[in-house]
């Protein structure tokens, strides 16, 4: 990230935070509702392109090699309600993910059928604007698939992710980390809603069970504890109107690298 004075509101804005450094295909599913989605996915992706001119270029990939070994967590490192402790005591069997708004068919998919899709894995590495990188491997649904079974109206034009980490904003007890992208970069074929991370189920520290991985932007637009995605025409009258828990407090909504 090369935007000096964003870097500098983020330096002043974490103060104290401490930037400490650590050493840094898709295969076919059965499922029957599965069928007929590869083919909307096609049209969606077409119709975000058409959109959003000129998105496809892909974030770079490294070797297992190059893998961290330790990925920092930042952020909430549990979200720490009685909610989420009881799935992480269940194992999340009972956790769902949510595609709601302005989809035709709403959707409402269990951890087990999210990982029946077909999945991608990518080694790319996370860039936090506090100043630090690290390189991991996720593994995760593509969210194209997802959004095209979900089947988008024509105005949908923007993908807000809900998460469960409950977070302090003054004035406002009911407030939880959210994030937001438009569906171009929704429907990159880097975007996952990823599950594994360097070949383990996702740890609570990295959102367990299931976060957003964009691997073109930075790393607050990866939203972890990922439960509802909610399509909008327009994010103004959500939570701050900027488009993300950061976002209101005075980061850029764009978080591309
Ligand atoms: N739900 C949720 N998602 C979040 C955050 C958070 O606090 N809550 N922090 C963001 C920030 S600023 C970063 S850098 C990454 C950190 O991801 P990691 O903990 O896997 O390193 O998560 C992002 N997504
Ligand atoms: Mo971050």
């Known amino acids: 990230m090369a935007d000096q004075s964003r870097r500098t509101f983020v330096g002043r804005a974490l103060a104290g935070a401490g930037a400490l450094m650590l050493g840094g295909c898709y295969d076919l599913s059965q499922k029957k509702w599965v069928t007929g989605i590869l083919g909307e996915v096609e049209n969606l992706t077409r119709r975000a392109q058409h959109l959003f001119a000129g998105q496809h270029t892909l974030a770079p990939e490294y070797a297992k090699s190059d893998i961290a070994p330790v990925f920092r967590a930042n952020g909430t490192r549990d979200p720490g309600t009685q909610e989420y402790a009881a799935h992480v005591a269940t194992g999340f069997v009972d956790w769902r993910i949510a595609v709601t708004g302005l989809v035709e068919k709403p959707l409402s998919l ?4 999210l990982k029946a899709l077909p999945s991608r894995t990518q080694i790319t590495r996370h860039d936090c604007v506090e100043g ?8 995760g649904t593509p969210l194209a ?14 993908a807000v992710f809900y998460c469960a980490d409950p977070m302090t ?3 406002d007890p009911d407030h939880y980390y959210y994030e937001s992208l438009d569906l171009a970069e929704a429907v990159h074929p880097q975007t996952i809603l990823a599950y594994e991370m360097n070949g383990e189920a996702l740890p609570v520290a ?3 069970p299931v976060r957003l991985r964009a691997e073109r932007q930075l790393g607050y637009k990866q939203p972890k ?3 509802r995605i909610d399509l909008v025409e327009d994010f103004s ?4 109107g900027k488009g993300g828990y950061w976002e209101d407090l005075g980061y850029t909504w764009y978080g591309g690298i």
């Open 110 to 113: 269990s951890m087990s059928e």
């Open 132 to 139: 630090w990188s690290c390189i991991g491997e996720w593994k």
């Open 145 to 158: 698939l997802v959004l095209a079974a979900a089947k988008p109206k024509p105005n949908a034009r923007y």
């Open 169 to 171: 904003v003054e004035g």
């Open 206 to 208: 990295h959102g367990a």
């Open 225 to 227: 504890y990922v439960q």
């Open 237 to 240: 009258r959500i939570a701050g």
